[in-house]
Nanobody, 122 residues
Framework: VQVVESGGGLVQAGGSLRLSCEASGRTFSYYAMSWFRQAPGKEREFVASISRSGSDTYYADPVKGRFTISRDNSEETAYLQMNRLKPEDTAVYYC????????????????WGKGTQVTVSS
């Protein structure tokens, strides 16, 4: 299974970015997808997740109302639309696949990408 993130970059506070996550090697629609992030010196933290069909989504409190997770099963791709970005959103963002979208623990996801850097300047 291969998971590859893209779309990171440098953006000013208040701006937007859309991250993409392509997962291959197993039936994409059978698995939940999630986004986590890790800032320097901090633990990896849950950002958002989406169920297999896309009908259920979950968000960490700091990103609710600003970030939107979605997926396109025909393209085997998940997305994270990030709006009204803040400097505290600066981190490496990781995509992962798992069985259920309701878990926010890293142990609930079995395949991970290498991450994409998001930097928000003030």
């Amino acid at each position: 299974v291969q998971v590859v993130e893209s779309g990171g970059g440098l953006v000013q506070a208040g701006g937007s970015l859309r991250l993409s996550c392509e997962a291959s090697g197993r039936t994409f629609s059978y698995y939940a997808m999630s986004w986590f992030r890790q800032a320097p010196g901090k633990e990896r933290e849950f950002v958002a997740s989406i169920s297999r069909s896309g009908s259920d989504t979950y968000y960490a409190d700091p990103v609710k109302g600003r970030f939107t997770i979605s997926r396109d099963n025909s393209e085997e791709t998940a997305y994270l639309q990030m709006n009204r970005l803040k400097p505290e959103d600066t981190a490496v963002y990781y995509c992962a696949t798992g069985i259920t979208a309701s878990t926010q623990a890293t142990t609930g996801y079995d395949y991970w990408g290498k991450g994409t850097q998001v930097t928000v300047s003030s």
